[in-house]
Nanobody
Framework: QVQLVESGGGLVQPGGSLRVSCTGSGIIFRLSTMAWYRQAPGKQRELVAR???????IYSESVKGRFTISRDNAKNTMYLQMNNLKPEDSAVYYC????????WGQGTQVTVSS
């Protein structure tokens, strides 16, 4: 079992930037395809972006060109750099493997509002 800890969320104005982080444990994290998910109030959790152990990335259409997913395997950490944020990006952001393998962490709240 891998314990996941998300951090870095906050309140930002539309057009602003934010970077969230996800820290896991062990070699399984480093060898797994990892992903960022988000869940807005009243909506289902959705896949935002994924990155393989080798660094190959895929993004949802709603964030393509604005978000960048990356990972530092030496630190067992994954990042999501979010630029040009929009109010519709407001959600709790979670990380997990893809496909989902582990218990969800607490997530980190991102709020985009003026």
């Amino acid at each position: 079992q891998v314990q996941l800890v998300e951090s870095g969320g906050g309140l930002v104005q539309p057009g602003g930037s934010l970077r969230v982080s996800c820290t896991g444990s062990g070699i399984i994290f480093r060898l797994s395809t990892m992903a960022w998910y988000r869940q807005a109030p009243g909506k289902q959790r959705e896949l935002v972006a994924r990155i393989t152990s080798g660094g190959s990335t895929i993004y949802s259409e709603s964030v393509k060109g604005r978000f960048t997913i990356s990972r530092d395997n030496a630190k067992n950490t994954m990042y999501l750099q979010m630029n040009n944020l929009k109010p519709e990006d407001s959600a709790v952001y979670y990380c997990n493997a893809l496909p989902i393998r582990w218990t969800w962490g607490q997530g980190t709240q991102v709020t985009v509002s003026s």
